[in-house]
Each structure stands twice: as structure tokens, then as C-alpha cells.
């Protein structure tokens, strides 16, 4: 009797174990997981931070932080609906996004980084839904314009309704 006590005790140690072994394994196996789609979407977003917009479809000014530097002023609407915006144009560094450089150009999503100090508030104007990747923090990235244009705004991000923003915080 005492022979079969020990038997069953062993048998539920053994399922126990098992069970335990088997919820311990699908943990792993599901924050392996997790990792792994992780190092996917940054290895997707690091590729996607590599696509370049032709320069060409950028109109741009002398900038109004550094005389030195580019701001953009303007898109060119045939170009691409996704935007990456450079670090430089043609050998000079883009630190600014001027007055509705984008405005009604119907937009999809926009990457920018952190050479952008500033950006007007009506910039995006009338690209609803947009999304913003911004590889940057928000303290970095000014936004400016007169008093009417930022009343203007209110509500908006840089002038688009029902925008979508990823800060790098």
C-alpha cells in the first residue's frame, strides 16, 4: 500500500514537473518571440530610415537658424507620398521645415531626424492622417510661426488633422 502512495506521489511529481516544464518552455518560446519581432521592426525601421527622397523633389532657401544651412520650403507633389528628409541637399545640412513647405501634398508618412531644429506650425498643412517617424526627441524640434498661424494650428501637428507621431524619446 504504501508501495503505491510513493508510485502515485511520483506519478503527480512527474505531471507536475512536466506541466511546469511546458508553461516555463511557452514563456520562453513567447518572449523569444517578442525579441525576435522587436529586432525585426527595428531592423525595418533602420532600413527604412536608409530609403532616400531624391533631392530634386525638395525646393529649399538659405535657412533662417544658420546661413550655412538649408531650410525646405517646398515638395514637389509627383514625387513620392513617402518622405525621408535628408541630413543634407547637395552637400549642405537641412535644419529647418519652412512655412507649408508640404502643405497640400497629400502625404503618407514622413521620416525626419535630428539635424530638424525647426518646424513651422502650418507646414502640413492639409495632409490629413499623416504619420511622423521622428528620429529625434521632442525637446529637439522647435515649432514656429506667427501668432495667427499658431492659432491656426491648434489642434493639428504642423497643420495635418488626425496625425500619427513617433517620437524617438
Same mark, same amino acid.
Given at each position: 500500500?504504501?508501495?503505491n502512495g510513493f508510485i502515485t506521489?511520483?506519478?503527480?511529481?512527474?505531471?507536475?514537473?512536466?506541466?511546469? =516544464?511546458? =508553461?516555463?518552455?511557452t514563456i520562453s518560446i513567447l518572449?523569444?518571440? !517578442?525579441?525576435?519581432?522587436?529586432?525585426?521592426? &527595428?531592423?525595418?525601421?533602420?532600413? @527604412?530610415? $536608409?530609403?532616400?527622397?531624391?533631392?530634386?523633389?525638395?525646393?529649399?532657401?538659405?535657412?533662417?537658424?544658420?546661413?550655412?544651412?538649408? %531650410?525646405?520650403?517646398?515638395?514637389?507633389? *509627383?514625387? &513620392?507620398?513617402?518622405?525621408?528628409?535628408?541630413?543634407?541637399?547637395?552637400? !549642405?545640412? @537641412?535644419?529647418?521645415?519652412?512655412?507649408?513647405?508640404?502643405?497640400d501634398k497629400k502625404i503618407i508618412?514622413?521620416?525626419?531626424?535630428?539635424?530638424? !531644429?525647426?518646424?513651422?506650425?502650418?507646414?502640413? +498643412?492639409?495632409?490629413?492622417?499623416? @504619420?511622423?517617424?521622428? =528620429? +529625434? +526627441?521632442?525637446?529637439? @524640434? $522647435?515649432?514656429?510661426?506667427?501668432?495667427?498661424?499658431?492659432?491656426?494650428?491648434?489642434? *493639428?501637428?504642423?497643420?495635418? %488633422?488626425?496625425?500619427?507621431?513617433?517620437?524617438?524619446?
Amino acid at each position: 500500500m504504501k508501495q503505491n502512495g510513493f508510485i502515485t506521489s511520483a506519478l503527480l511529481y512527474g505531471i507536475l514537473s512536466l506541466f511546469l =516544464i511546458l =508553461i516555463l518552455g511557452t514563456i520562453s518560446i513567447l518572449a523569444n518571440r !517578442k525579441l525576435a519581432n522587436d529586432k525585426i521592426k &527595428e531592423s525595418v525601421l533602420n532600413d @527604412v530610415q $536608409k530609403i532616400e527622397t531624391n533631392p530634386s523633389c525638395f525646393q529649399t532657401d538659405i535657412s533662417e537658424l544658420d546661413s550655412n544651412n538649408l %531650410q525646405i520650403t517646398g515638395y514637389d507633389s *509627383t514625387c &513620392e507620398k513617402t518622405i525621408y528628409i535628408p541630413r543634407t541637399i547637395y552637400g !549642405k545640412t @537641412v535644419d529647418s521645415i519652412g512655412p507649408k513647405a508640404f502643405a497640400d501634398k497629400k502625404i503618407i508618412n514622413i521620416t525626419i531626424q535630428d539635424n530638424i !531644429k525647426q518646424i513651422y506650425v502650418n507646414a502640413f +498643412t492639409n495632409n490629413d492622417d499623416i @504619420v511622423f517617424y521622428m =528620429i +529625434t +526627441t521632442s525637446d529637439n @524640434v $522647435k515649432g514656429v510661426g506667427s501668432d495667427e498661424e499658431i492659432a491656426n494650428a491648434t489642434g *493639428t501637428t504642423w497643420g495635418a %488633422q488626425n496625425a500619427t507621431i513617433h517620437w524617438d524619446d
